[in-house]
């Protein structure tokens, strides 16, 4: 069960801080969770928070829109930003601390170490978002040196980071473990994004394609279709009967290594990204053969 929370979190901006109180839980015996955000929270968020409380004794929360994850000609500016409603959120959702660093306190002037990013980061999102992956990297390995947890959560939405993160803990030898949660959802259907705000009424009902295409792909497989050519074929038919034809990629593949196979004997991954408008939108579902 789920443990009562009655105060609202401690909020902190030092990098020294919050380390020396994520070394406190630590040193007291308790686990430690981590949630990591650019805020904008919505219930996808707050289902990472649910299942720290669930497996942890402490939960720790940050919130930082990171700006070496955007590229040129992206949303770094427009991102949505308001404090006070993400804290008012992780205070019902029952975090404890949450950690709101300022962008000098994360990239000091002078700063120019970045992360190289495993291989499995250049396929789909590294091919369409070349330096994506690099600043996203850097960000979570600055931050899990902040705030040494034991177990660090992230969305399936965001698939190809949580595989790439993954890889870099284990690459670095990093002693956390990386936790994927199930996306959450719309009613409708829609995978739950601080970016479906910038959606208008119609191309939001656009985007359900994406996961109904995928919902399709998923019934065939279950149905006995493991040619990943005729999977990938049905969520593109999907995107083409609302006209969405700014596809970055549709593809299915192996679940670990992202790479091509062309039958789905193991577990294996539907990846969808395409703008709807000016809107890039990313879903996927997992295939995993009985």
Known sequence: MTKQHLTSPVVLSSPTEVYNAVQA??????R??????????????????????RSCDVTFATIFVNPTQFGPGEDFEKYPRNLSEDLTAFAEAGVDFVFTPSRDELYPEGFSTFVDPPTVALP?????????????ATIVLKLFNILPAHVS???????????????????FNLPIEIEMCPIIREEDGLAMSSRNRYLSP??????????????????????????????????????????????DYVAVVDAQT????PVVERPAVALIAARIGTTRLIDNTILRPH
């Open 25 to 30: 839980a630590r040193r007291q015996g308790q």
């Open 202 to 247: 119609l191309e939001r009902t656009q985007a359900l394609a994406l996961s109904r295409g995928l919902r399709e792909a998923e019934n065939s497989f279950r149905s006995g279709e493991t040619n990943t050519l005729k999977l990938v074929e049905r969520i593109r038919t999907c995107l083409a009967d609302v006209q969405i034809e700014q596809i």
């Open 153 to 171: 959560f992230f969305g399936q939405k965001d698939y190809q980071q949580c595989i790439v993160l993954r890889r870099m803990a284990k690459d």
């Open 32 to 53: 430690v969770g981590l949630v990591l955000t650019m805020g904008a929270l919505h219930k996808g968020h707050l289902s990472l928070v649910a299942a720290s409380r």
């Open 124 to 136: 789909f999102e590294g091919q369409h978002r070349p330096q994506h992956f690099s600043g996203v």
């Open 258 to 261: 992202l790479e091509n196979v």
